[in-house]
């Protein structure tokens, strides 16, 4: 019922689902006020608090009392809405071997399809569910996929049919996979990585198979969908889709909103009025570094390190073109399975026509890396970066790129504790010092899938003796490391998170050789 009454367009005319308003649209200049009074030290708060009464009701209230002060705003707030759910509890460690921890806190962060209030921002799943932890109370699309393989690692495997069952419905209600299951999320979504995760299911009944791959086709059709109006010559764009003056199409972050974020409203305001850009385009390329998940990095910012000269939207990200590849050959393979000859020929011409795209303008010869192409200018961005390691992860690179590759990552990547996310310091949270966990397995596999074992060996010690040592230090995973000294890992819009998710399943696959079993087995993988 919630969400049929509170419903709103999708930003896409072809689309008729319905989907939840968010909080910004639904108590209006409540959440405004609340907001850029920063009233919590979190901007994630007030959006996943959980309202006592209808909106309705709250902003008949609120309109009636007219609260000023920033005490009577509080109080206000108080009153109408609960407390969000607290975050996991942790576990004393007691001197438990690291692995031995991990698998101690998959319960912790298991959650179970809670009965929230109708009005919730939560959107509802229909089975359990492992959250990241910390602030984040409700499960991320890419995170989910680092954080299967380690429950794939621990033998947890009904876990992971149910979370792929949750992003199954998810696409079946929303036409895809949200940023988060929360309905300020549902503008945009997160890297595509469903094809990837169907890897590590074992479900083999009919039925499932054919959801699922419907769900793959359609999660491709949100990436592509605006395809059909973009013609050559000259480049020009559609919400996701980039055509290039060759005619070729790409793809790249976007979001169907152009406003500031709930989750970080007075953030994105102070960004805009920075900037001397339409404020408008700023929001929307703040949103689409949040769908590539490196939120935020120099990669996206045109200067390196001032966030108000933010470009998103102009660049032809490779890492979500590397991936997008790899669902299409994906679909292609499943069609194939199911007995759709003519499903599978047009993936998997599709998938080729990506790859050359990719070859095309996303390989710097010269430099022996993988770019972003910024497609508004007709050029490479400059700099080495760990997205450079996604065509190998998804085997597109060829033997000669992946040697130049692994030169280029133990040129500049590699770091004291892991793999570099780049190589810029600017005080964001996905450049130096920080490294993170799913960059760490990207490199690692993608080197060992083209014969690189001695660079992803080392790239995987100096990690895991990063989390090690901090660990022992202070008894918690954390969201991600400084792995260039022993320090804290800092920078970002919020402080570092325990739990954690995606480093929990990471660590735990390294350790217990996952990542060996892949590389190893690339010609199945990829038949």
């Known amino acids: 019922m919630r969400e049929k009454e509170y419903a709103v367009p999708s930003g896409h005319p072809e689309d008729r689902r319905l989907r939840p308003a968010g909080p910004d649209q639904l108590y209006g200049d409540l959440f405004t006020s609340v907001q850029a009074l920063r009233l919590f030290g979190d901007g994630k708060t007030f959006p996943d608090m959980e309202p006592r009464r209808s909106p309705a009701e709250i902003m008949a209230a609120w309109t009636e009392q007219r609260p000023k002060t920033e005490a009577e705003i509080r109080a206000f707030v108080s009153r109408h809405f609960a407390p969000p759910l607290a975050p996991p509890v942790g576990v004393e460690t007691h001197a438990l071997p690291i692995s031995r921890y991990i698998r101690t806190l998959w319960d912790k962060l298991s959650l179970e399809p809670a009965a929230r209030g109708p009005h919730s921002s939560a959107l509802p799943l229909p089975h359990p569910h ?250 490479a961005t400059p700099g080495v970066t760990a997205a450079t390691l996604y065509p190998l992860f998804v085997g597109l690179a060829t033997e000669q790129q992946a040697e130049a590759v692994a030169a280029v990552t133990q040129a500049s990547l590699l770091a004291p504790g892991g793999l570099r996310t780049t190589t810029v310091r600017s005080g964001q949270q996905w450049d130096i010092p920080n490294g993170w966990a799913p960059l760490q397995w990207i490199a690692i596999v993608g080197l060992r899938r083209y014969g690189h074992h001695a660079l992803a060996d080392t790239i995987a010690e100096r990690w895991l003796a990063t989390v090690e040592w901090s660990f022992a230090a202070t008894g918690v995973l954390l969201e991600k490391y400084d792995i260039e000294e022993h320090l804290p890992a800092a920078g970002g819009e919020y402080p570092n998170q325990e739990g954690f998710g995606w480093t929990n399943g990471v660590v735990q696959a390294l350790m217990l050789g996952a990542d060996r079993r892949v590389g190893d087995n690339t010609a199945e993988e990829w038949s």
């Open 130 to 379: 492992v959250v990241p932890g910390g602030r984040f109370r409700e499960i991320y699309y890419w995170d989910s996929y680092f954080t299967m393989l380690g429950l794939a690692a621990d033998g947890r495997q009904p876990q992971i049919e149910q979370m792929l069952d949750n992003f199954v419905s998810l696409i079946e209600r929303y036409g895809h996979v949200p940023n988060g299951t929360r309905s300020y999320y549902l503008s945009r979504s997160q890297p595509p990585f469903l094809a990837l995760m169907l890897g590590l299911a074992s479900n083999a009944d009919p039925a499932v198979r054919l959801r699922r791959l419907a769900a793959l086709r359609t999660e491709h059709a949100f990436w592509m969908q605006g395809a059909s109006q973009l013609e050559a010559p000259g480049a020009s764009a559609r919400e996701h889709v980039v055509r290039l003056a060759d005619g070729s199409l790409l793809n790249r972050y976007w979001d169907a909103a152009d406003a500031p974020r709930p989750e970080a409203y007075a953030e994105d305001i102070a960004v805009a009025n920075r900037s001397e850009r339409p404020s408008k385009t700023v929001y929307r390329d703040l949103r689409a570094a949040a769908e590539s998940g490196w939120d935020f990095s120099s990669r996206w910012l045109a200067d390196g390190g001032s966030m108000s000269t933010i470009r998103t939207t102009a660049l032809i990200p490779v890492d979500l073109n590397a991936l997008l590849y790899f669902s299409e050959r994906r679909i292609a393979s499943e069609c194939a399975v199911v007995g759709d000859a003519v499903g599978a020929a047009h993936f998997l011409d599709t998938a080729a026509r990506r790859a050359a795209a990719v070859q095309r303008h996303c390989w710097i010869e010269g430099e022996g890396r993988f770019a972003d192409w910024l497609w508004t200018e007709g050029r």
